[in-house]
């Protein structure tokens, strides 16, 4: 079920477009969200992103950094980079996760939170 966020969350919902900008600036994947709401403790929503090689990940993290300290949109977490395919950044209310394709099919996200709602950028 695709559909755009609810109106009360219009903070949340201008964080993941300028978030989602600054991933497809830098030509990233197969960009998805995951939106949570109140169903968990842990964030509102994921944001699952695909990069083409190591250098491609790391390309997209910088500009996500970067952007997202520009808007002053507090990280949480992030990781420092490691080439293993997999990158972690936390910005509360919603989580960046930047996978390599086979790191992806590894842990296959999407398909752990089946109960979430997928949205896809342009409907922010």
Same mark, same amino acid.
């Given at each position: 079920?695709?559909?755009?966020?609810?109106?009360?969350?219009?903070?949340?919902? *201008?964080? &993941? +477009?300028?978030?989602? %900008?600054?991933? @497809?600036?830098?030509?990233?994947?197969? !960009?998805?969200?995951?939106?949570?709401?109140?169903?968990?403790?842990?964030?509102?929503?994921?944001?699952?992103?695909?990069?083409?090689?190591?250098?491609?990940? *790391?390309? &997209? +993290?910088?500009?996500? %950094?970067?952007? @997202?300290?520009?808007?002053?949109?507090? !990280?949480?977490?992030?990781?420092?980079?490691?080439?293993?395919?997999?990158?972690?950044?936390?910005?509360?209310?919603?989580?960046?996760?930047?996978?390599?394709?086979?790191?992806?099919?590894?842990?296959?996200?999407?398909? @752990?939170?089946?109960?979430?709602?997928? !949205?896809?950028?342009?409907?922010?």
């Amino acid at each position: 079920m695709t559909s755009a966020l609810p109106v009360e969350n219009s903070e949340l919902r *201008k964080n &993941l +477009r300028i978030a989602c %900008e600054a991933l @497809l600036d830098k030509k990233a994947m197969d !960009l998805k969200l995951l939106y949570f709401g109140n169903t968990s403790p842990l964030t509102d929503c994921f944001v699952i992103a695909t990069g083409t090689s190591n250098p491609h990940l *790391k390309a &997209l +993290r910088n500009n996500l %950094e970067k952007t @997202l300290k520009e808007h002053k949109i507090e !990280l949480f977490s992030r990781d420092r980079f490691q080439p293993s395919g997999w990158l972690v950044l936390d910005a509360i209310d919603f989580v960046v996760h930047l996978f390599s394709e086979e790191q992806r099919e590894n842990y296959a996200l999407e398909n @752990l939170w089946k109960d979430a709602q997928n !949205l896809k950028a342009e409907d922010l």
